[in-house]
């Protein structure tokens, strides 16, 4: 490109500097702008030239042009970091289609050096971005009609099953638009339908054919209701009690106007106030390490969420979760004899289980313990007393770990689904009704078990009476609940 004179030379070397400069911390010198005015704009100016420009580049402060002896720069009114978060913000943005995302960061990335070519621009999903391609353009028209007073028209869609956009209605909406707002990731209209004599919201990327129409008629504004719209909270007093090591997952969500006191169970009690909607949604999504105390309308509506999705998630299993804060499992009322469990869950509270608890359950097909409960653990279907290693309880499906030293009382009582079970050697002890009134047909006993106490097989089908060994030691009666069973013990010895 030739020029006939300079006089653009100016612009030219205040764009050179912006696209090979960009920072303080890069400098050109006369040398290198002579370089590039010539190579770029066919432009030679001597250094002297070059020094006349810069400084009157410079004494205007809008352009922020900085000369020193090491050399000239040039840097926008926006750095690396700040256009790094527009960039990401577009990229984040569901409501614009992935061809203007990409038009949009490039004309982002204009604005830097050419060293500024950020990773993120090849991460735009199209799976998560909206399909909608004139939403930029109904901006632009929306605007005008909010500066301007005029009404506009649209048809407003929803998605259906073949995940396309189909009109909500075959008349299309007469709305007077009074504001534009981002909400919870999505971009908003805020306008009064006429028809309905109402204000509405409608997200901007489910617009199509968007119109300007006549002058609308004079509409007295109510700021309150846009403010309605804008942040619908419900703001009410929580009571919390969250685990102590989940308090950044509260600060990080709900921010640090909280107070905080100490709880039992190396737990906190936190209070607050918040929208009831929002706390209920965060309460689902960390029911592991929280639990709302207050209000009750919360905790009621938590339990009719969790109830349907119990309904629909689990359908036919029966399962029995024990709540987090349970220290003891005695008798547990919510499981009627006779009844069969497909999962059930023991969590870290729980240092207890007594000898009945689940007596007459014919079925555990699925056993397991909180990983960070300091009393027992679960191997194998088994829950096992992690000290001692005894087994404590055990369902059907369960196979007993080598390392397990007894079979604890009642383990298996009651389980008439269990069928068969190997008893591994190492095993010294078996417990009091440990398999009393199971399906067990026939057992092997090893020759490393010491002790069985009373009614350890009683009341099942056991037809062989196993060999035992004459040092084993019989606690009480009724081992095999068999009345000639004393003598055919004595015999088998």
């Given at each position: 490109?030739?020029?006939?004179?300079?006089?653009?030379?100016?612009?030219h070397?205040?764009?050179?500097l912006?696209?090979?400069t960009g920072d303080?911390?890069?400098?050109l010198?006369?040398?290198?702008?002579?370089?590039?005015l010539?190579?770029?704009?066919?432009?030679e100016l001597?250094?002297?030239?070059?020094?006349i420009y810069?400084?009157?580049?410079?004494?205007?402060?809008?352009l922020?042009v900085?000369t020193?002896p090491k050399?000239?720069?040039?840097y926008g009114?926006?750095d690396?970091?700040e256009?790094?978060?527009?960039i990401?913000?577009?990229?984040?943005s569901k409501?614009?289609d992935?061809k203007?995302?990409?038009?949009?960061?490039?004309?982002?990335c204009s604005?830097s050096h050419?060293?500024f070519?950020?990773?993120?621009?090849?991460?735009?999903?199209s799976t998560?971005k909206?399909?909608n391609?004139s939403?930029?353009?109904n901006v632009?028209?929306?605007v005008?009609?909010?500066?301007?007073?005029?009404?506009?028209?649209?048809i407003y869609n929803?998605?259906e099953?073949?995940?396309?956009?189909h009109?909500?209605s075959d008349?299309?909406?007469?709305?007077?638009?009074?504001q534009?707002f981002?909400?919870?990731?999505k971009?908003?209209?805020f306008g009064?339908?006429?028809?309905?004599?109402?204000?509405?919201?409608?997200e901007?990327?489910?617009?199509?054919?968007c119109?300007i129409i006549?002058k609308?008629a004079e509409a007295?504004?109510?700021?309150?209701?846009i403010?309605a719209?804008?942040?619908?909270?419900?703001?009410?007093?929580?009571?919390?009690?969250?685990?102590a090591?989940?308090i950044?997952?509260?600060?990080?969500?709900f921010?640090k106007?909280?107070?905080?006191?100490?709880?039992?169970?190396?737990?906190?009690?936190?209070?607050?106030?918040a929208?009831?909607?929002e706390v209920?949604?965060?309460?689902?999504?960390?029911?592991?390490?929280?639990?709302?105390i207050?209000?009750?309308?919360?905790?009621?509506k938590?339990?009719?969420?969790?109830?349907?999705m119990?309904t629909?998630?689990i359908?036919n299993?029966?399962q029995?979760?024990?709540?987090?804060?349970t220290?003891e499992?005695?008798k547990?009322?919510?499981?009627?004899?006779?009844?069969d469990?497909?999962?059930l869950?023991?969590?870290k509270?729980?240092?207890k289980?007594?000898?009945?608890?689940?007596?007459g359950?014919?079925s555990?097909?699925k056993?397991?313990v909180?990983?960070?409960n300091?009393?027992?653990?679960?191997?194998?279907?088994?829950?096992?007393?992690?000290?001692?290693?005894?087994?404590?309880l055990?369902?059907e499906?369960s196979i007993i770990?080598?390392?397990?030293?007894?079979?604890?009382?009642?383990?298996?009582n009651g389980?008439g689904?269990?069928?068969?079970i190997?008893?591994?050697d190492?095993?010294?002890?078996?417990?009091?009704?440990?398999?009393?009134?199971t399906?067990?047909?026939?057992?092997?006993i090893?020759k490393s078990?010491?002790?069985i106490?009373?009614?350890?097989f009683?009341?099942?089908?056991?037809k062989?009476?196993?060999?035992?060994?004459?040092?084993l030691?019989?606690?009480?009666?009724?081992?095999?609940?068999?009345?000639n069973?004393?003598?055919?013990?004595?015999?088998?010895k």
């Amino acid at each position: 490109m030739s020029y006939n004179s300079n006089r653009l030379a100016g612009l030219h070397i205040y764009s050179i500097l912006l696209e090979h400069t960009g920072d303080k911390e890069h400098r050109l010198t006369h040398k290198q702008i002579a370089y590039y005015l010539k190579r770029d704009y066919g432009i030679e100016l001597e250094r002297k030239a070059i020094s006349i420009y810069l400084k009157e580049l410079e004494a205007c402060e809008e352009l922020n042009v900085e000369t020193t002896p090491k050399g000239s720069c040039a840097y926008g009114k926006l750095d690396d970091s700040e256009l790094r978060v527009l960039i990401d913000s577009v990229l984040s943005s569901k409501f614009i289609d992935k061809k203007r995302s990409h038009e949009l960061i490039q004309k982002l990335c204009s604005l830097s050096h050419e060293r500024f070519k950020p990773k993120s621009i090849y991460s735009i999903d199209s799976t998560v971005k909206s399909e909608n391609k004139s939403l930029l353009s109904n901006v632009d028209l929306i605007v005008e009609a909010i500066d301007k007073g005029k009404k506009i028209k649209f048809i407003y869609n929803n998605y259906e099953a073949d995940k396309k956009l189909h009109p909500i209605s075959d008349t299309p909406f007469v709305v007077i638009p009074y504001q534009l707002f981002m909400s919870d990731g999505k971009y908003y209209l805020f306008g009064l339908v006429e028809t309905e004599k109402n204000y509405f919201k409608f997200e901007l990327d489910k617009i199509t054919a968007c119109n300007i129409i006549e002058k609308s008629a004079e509409a007295q504004i109510n700021y309150t209701d846009i403010y309605a719209f804008v942040e619908p909270k419900e703001l009410v007093n929580i009571k919390m009690k969250v685990e102590a090591y989940a308090i950044n997952d509260v600060i990080t969500y709900f921010g640090k106007d909280i107070s905080i006191a100490p709880s039992d169970d190396n737990s906190l009690e936190v209070r607050f106030e918040a929208d009831l909607n929002e706390v209920c949604h965060w309460a689902l999504r960390h029911g592991d390490i929280a639990e709302i105390i207050f209000p009750n309308e919360a905790r009621q509506k938590i339990s009719k969420i969790i109830s349907r999705m119990n309904t629909a998630y689990i359908k036919n299993e029966k399962q029995v979760i024990i709540p987090n804060g349970t220290t003891e499992i005695s008798k547990w009322n919510d499981l009627n004899d006779g009844f069969d469990i497909d999962y059930l869950f023991i969590p870290k509270s729980v240092v207890k289980i007594n000898l009945r608890a689940f007596y007459g359950k014919n079925s555990i097909a699925k056993i397991e313990v909180d990983k960070d409960n300091p009393i027992f653990h679960s191997c194998n279907n088994c829950i096992i007393e992690t000290k001692t290693n005894i087994l404590v309880l055990g369902g059907e499906n369960s196979i007993i770990p080598e390392y397990v030293t007894k079979i604890g009382k009642s383990a298996f009582n009651g389980r008439g689904a269990l069928k068969s079970i190997e008893i591994p050697d190492g095993v010294l002890e078996i417990g009091y009704k440990a398999f009393c009134e199971t399906g067990l047909k026939e057992i092997k006993i090893p020759k490393s078990v010491k002790v069985i106490d009373s009614f350890a097989f009683a009341l099942c089908d056991i037809k062989n009476i196993p060999s035992l060994d004459e040092q084993l030691e019989i606690k009480g009666q009724g081992i095999f609940a068999d009345i000639n069973e004393a003598k055919r013990i004595r015999k088998n010895k």
